[in-house]
């Protein structure tokens, strides 16, 4: 079994004015594609083509730097996309925002928060939101194409909203304001997959 490369859930003009669709176009289509191809050439003729991407984050050996550099870049971008929407952003509804609330005391607390992890993560890499079993929420930073999957990263839950922050993500309409990306982001998160996540994996 190999992997494949998913279709937006969005036309790649969609998200405009926040995110320009040349951008999505060349994200999407060159760099997600590229993972995609790149982790089957690593998994092919392994015991782990049959194996999930969860499983095979979850139990990867770190010095493979083939598989974890393309099952993260794989992984990551599945869940980014499905972290936006053209009808997203506003304040969280549902049961994340009663958790949010409870674990960050306040929206704008943990929107402060997430905007610092994804703003103060020097070079490329990822901000996330996760989920622990039992509900808590735990907000981190990683390096690369690096997950909260991954052993030893330094942050665990489940992954339930990614931001990518590697300069291919914004450069061609932000250039070097990262902190203007970010809150342009916030105007795009899909609450309502956040909420799916989370009751998944809480």
Known sequence: M?????SLPYSNDALTPHIDSKTMEIHHGKHHAG?????????????????SIEDILKNL?????ALRNNG?????????????SPNGGGLP????????NSN????????????????????????????HKGGNLELCSSANQDNPLM???GCGGHPILGL??????????????????INAFFELINWTNVNKLYDLYC
């Not at 050996?61 to 730097?65: C, I, L, P, T, Y």
């Not at 960050?104 to 989920?131: H, I, M, P, Q």
């Not at 291919?168 to 250039?175: P, R």
Request: charged share 20%; aromatic share 18%; net charge negative.
């Open 104 to 131: 960050f005391e306040s929206y704008n607390s943990f929107k402060t928060a997430f905007s610092d992890s994804a703003a103060n993560r020097f070079g490329s890499g990822w901000a996330w939101l996760c989920v």
């Open 35 to 51: 993972y995609t191809t790149k982790l089957n050439a690593a998994i092919e003729g392994t015991e782990l083509e049959n194996q």
């Open 164 to 181: 990518d922050v590697w300069e291919h993500a914004y450069y061609l309409n932000y250039q070097n304001r990262r902190p203007d990306y």
């Open 93 to 100: 509804s549902g049961k994340i925002s009663d958790v949010i």
């Open 151 to 153: 052993p030893g990263i």
């Open 2 to 6: 190999s992997f494949t490369l998913p």
């Open 61 to 65: 050996d770190m010095n493979n730097s």
């Open 72 to 84: 993260g870049g794989y992984y990551n971008h599945c869940l980014f996309w499905e972290s936006m």
